[in-house]
């Protein structure tokens, strides 16, 4: 299945951050972009002329850019954890707190779709392999974990939404 033919399940949050982004690109700077360009197109030669070069360029990003946030938001599947039946289990836009068993260690995470992921923010996508393991679990549930660098042990200290 490609990339777009996929759900994309996201957050309210993170819809609106991609709607604002599309807005501020479609509505706010390409516009810009297209005026310098006309302008520059207006000089004459367009072979040496940088703001009709980078702006050509800018534009070609911009449109790019719009397309697949476009396509992203047409796939979403907008996930209102306020929503959520069963609070003690851990669900797309869970708040997790985990206790890592190998080294000691305290985390917290977000479980959120695949254009929220921040890791200084703890947001991990929910198909990471740590988010898939804890799928489901509950608060004192243990789950090992295999991620690329290495394999983990990790038991669920509290789940809010």
Request: hydrophobic share 35%.
């Amino acid at each position: 299945m490609a990339l777009t033919d996929e759900k994309n399940y996201i957050t309210p949050e993170g819809f609106a951050r991609l709607q604002a982004e599309f807005h501020q690109l479609y509505k706010i700077e390409r516009p810009e972009v297209v005026r310098t360009v006309a302008w520059a197109a207006s000089n004459g030669d367009r072979s040496e002329n940088g703001d009709y070069i980078y702006g050509k360029r800018r534009l070609r990003q911009i449109d790019s850019r719009c397309r697949h946030l476009m396509k992203r938001m047409d796939f979403a599947v907008i996930v209102d954890s306020k929503e959520q039946q069963h609070l003690e289990k851990i669900y797309f836009g869970a708040w997790v707190t985990v206790f890592n068993l190998e080294d000691d260690s305290e985390h917290t995470y977000r479980i959120v779709g695949k254009d929220e992921i921040d890791p200084n923010k703890g947001y991990i996508s929910w198909v990471s392999p740590l988010a898939k393991a804890l799928h489901g679990k509950s608060i004192g549930d243990a789950v090992r974990v295999q991620t690329p660098k290495s394999e983990g042990e990790f038991e669920v200290i509290e789940v809010r939404y």
